[in-house]
């Protein structure tokens, strides 16, 4: 049994459009998207931005919640 909601990461070497894609194949659709920095720190150094990570929350399509 498929969960109702779940988190969906666009993976360093994917596109976000190939995320959607995947979420869309696991019969999911995305209800939230979600960003938030990743910092890098070494020793007492400042933390140094390294990248923004995209998160997008999917909840089951209404097919998919129907059969469960």
Known sequence: MKQKKQLFEVGA??????????????????????????????GKQEPEW????IVFEGKLKDSESEKA
């Open 13 to 42: 070497n994917e596109s976000i459009g190939d995320c959607l894609l995947r979420m869309d194949q696991a019969g999911y659709q995305p209800v939230r998207r979600m960003e938030k920095p990743v910092f890098k720190k070494e």
């Open 50 to 53: 390294i990248k923004q990570q």
